[in-house]
């Protein structure tokens, strides 16, 4: 990432976005900024052509949101935080990154736009190196409750490629390589109940 982020904002709402960026500003980060405020029919094309380092989606606007792109033509890896309402359907939220509830606190939206800029500007530290993204969390679950790549693929929209990209990332993050080892640290870690695995016998 380079000092100057670019960014890609879309939500509808001019308050949402005026608000955004003064958090930007509020954290010191120098940016550039393309604003959406009408429905994106094809968000691929659109990142492909702005190569954005961070995207902040209301999913709301997106039309067809089955999976979102996670690498340009350019080989850019965009971070897409997603504009959440509290009725966003689950698996919905778990295609983001991280999430902005719209009706947070100040003081909440301050520590999102500071870990999310972080991330950005070192990659992953040391303590970020272990924590699991929504859509691995959502992963780690249904991977723990015995679902095959192509089965959590299809319960999440997305690709069995991509769902490996994130298999490996948790291994990475969490130094698990086996199922029962992610089972274990899922039941540990409250992810999932003991019950719940004894159902899919």
């Known amino acids: 990432m380079s000092n100057r982020l670019c960014i890609l904002l879309i939500e509808p709402s001019f308050l949402i976005r005026e608000g955004l960026k003064t958090l930007l500003s509020n954290q010191g980060q120098p940016y550039r900024i393309e ?4 429905p994106v029919d094809d968000l691929d094309k659109l990142i492909n052509r702005i190569n954005p380092d961070l995207v902040f989606v209301n999913p709301k606007l997106v039309i067809r949101l089955i999976s979102l792109p996670r690498y340009t033509e350019n080989n850019f890896e965009p971070y897409y935080l997603g504009l959440i309402e509290r009725t966003t359907p689950a698996h919905i939220q778990g295609k983001f990154d991280q999430r902005i509830w719209l009706d947070a606190e100040k003081s909440d939206l301050n520590k999102v736009m500071e870990k999310v800029l972080k991330h950005l500007r070192n990659g992953q ?3 970020e190196s272990t924590s699991l993204s929504e859509r691995e969390i ?8 015995g679902n ?3 089965e959590i693929a299809d319960k999440l929209f997305i690709s069995a490629h991509t769902v490996m990209t994130h ?4 291994t990475r993050k969490l130094g698990i390589k086996t199922v029962s080892g992610l ?3 899922a039941i540990l870690n409250q992810l999932i109940k ?7 016998d």
Do not use: C, P
Request: charged share 25%.
């Open 35 to 38: 604003e959406f405020d009408a």
């Open 125 to 127: 530290s040391d303590t």
């Open 138 to 145: 959502s992963i780690l679950r249904l991977v723990a409750l």
């Open 148 to 150: 095959t790549n192509n």
């Open 167 to 170: 298999r490996k990332n948790i």
């Open 183 to 185: 089972t274990v640290y």
């Open 194 to 200: 003991v019950e719940e695995i004894q159902g899919t």
